[in-house]
């Protein structure tokens, strides 16, 4: 009898506490509610959290680098392939056949000059427009600053340009064409031309993931892009001031700049001024659309 009343005693206590534990958990405070909304109109570029994941910006650049040339037969010489060749056709068509002037520089080595910034920047165009359909499934799955993909694509191209670049000085030496002071502004040049690429290509990695005609369109706009540029002919045939007019494309003031450095060619005077101020319009817009757009790549990439 008495084990009978301690059991019903336990059994009213626990029904008891049960009871009272919805009054203990109403008495405390709800827990805040986070609701997670798409930002709208322009948002900012948030420059400091790109520097946050530089190390990511790093592994993914060397990534590119070594996916470009795995399981080729001759690796990195394609660096050196394809401009060296292009500056062996062009020579023979341009140079010796339309006799096309050169500055009073060989025209091999004036051709090669000029191929050399440009094959950069058509190839981080290329890559960079291309870079975020090709890292889908990295973005639909780890958040991290989306520039970092386009940014680390034309990078990777700085290594292909130093081998190439190897090639150059070569040529100047068997040439016996030495360079000037200018050789000092020659990473000035670079600099314009990775401008000149990081903002086109931000314009067209984000316009490729919602149409993906863009990846049909590059190669079209680059091999236009190449001969309205002086690769295969000097600035210096437009008189004033359709020579400075001419600056308006960008990459006008990094052949003849790079030209201009390496080779003491013609000083290309204000069409550099032009062409660094279009090329930092395009990256400014170019960042500032692409961080607006990237709020849709992780759904329609």
């Known amino acids: 009898m008495t084990a009978n009343v301690e059991i019903e005693t336990i059994e009213q206590t626990a029904v008891e506490e049960a009871l009272a534990q919805p009054e203990v958990e109403a008495e405390r405070p709800a827990a805040p509610i986070i609701v997670i909304e798409p930002s709208r109109g322009w948002v900012a570029v948030k ?28 690796g ?34 004036f051709n090669y000059a000029g191929l050399l910034p440009w094959q950069f920047f058509a190839n981080a165009l290329s ?22 993909i386009p940014i680390s694509a034309v990078l990777s191209g700085v290594v292909d340009f ?31 031309a990775l401008i000149t690429a990081l903002g086109v290509g931000l314009w067209l990695s984000a ?9 049909y369109i590059v190669p079209f706009l680059v091999q236009f892009w190449m001969y309205a540029t002086p690769v295969v002919y000097p600035s210096s045939l ?19 700049g790079f030209r201009w450095a390496l080779l003491g060619t013609n000083p290309p005077q204000g069409m550099i001024v032009v062409s660094a101020g279009v090329s930092l319009v395009v990256l400014i817009s170019g960042l500032f659309y692409f961080r607006r757009m990237e709020k849709t790549f992780a759904d329609e990439v």
Do not use: C
């Not at 394609?78 to 025209?107: C, D, H, N, T």
């Not at 990295?138 to 991290?144: A, H, M, P, S, T």
């Not at 050789?183 to 314009?192: D, I, R, S, Y």
């Not at 400075?244 to 990094?254: D, W």
């Open 76 to 109: 990195a010489a394609w660096a050196i392939i394809q401009p060296f060749f292009s500056m062996v056709v062009f020579s023979i068509f341009f140079g010796r056949l339309a006799k096309i002037p050169s500055e009073g520089v060989p025209y091999p080595i």
């Open 238 to 256: 437009l008189g004033e001031p359709w020579r400075t007019i001419y600056g308006l494309n960008p990459m006008v003031g990094v052949v003849e």
């Open 162 to 192: 130093g081998i190439a670049f190897l090639v150059l000085l070569g040529m100047m030496v068997y040439y016996r064409v030495w360079p000037t002071w200018g050789l000092l502004l020659l990473p000035a040049f670079l600099l314009l």
């Open 207 to 215: 316009l490729n993931v919602h149409y993906r005609d863009i990846k």
């Open 127 to 148: 890559q960079s427009s291309n870079s975020l359909v090709g890292s889908a499934n990295l973005i639909r799955k780890v958040y991290f600053p989306r520039l970092v």
């Open 47 to 74: 420059l400091k959290e790109l520097w946050e994941y530089r190390e990511l910006l790093y592994f993914l650049t060397w990534r590119d680098i070594r996916v470009r040339y795995k399981q080729t037969a001759l």
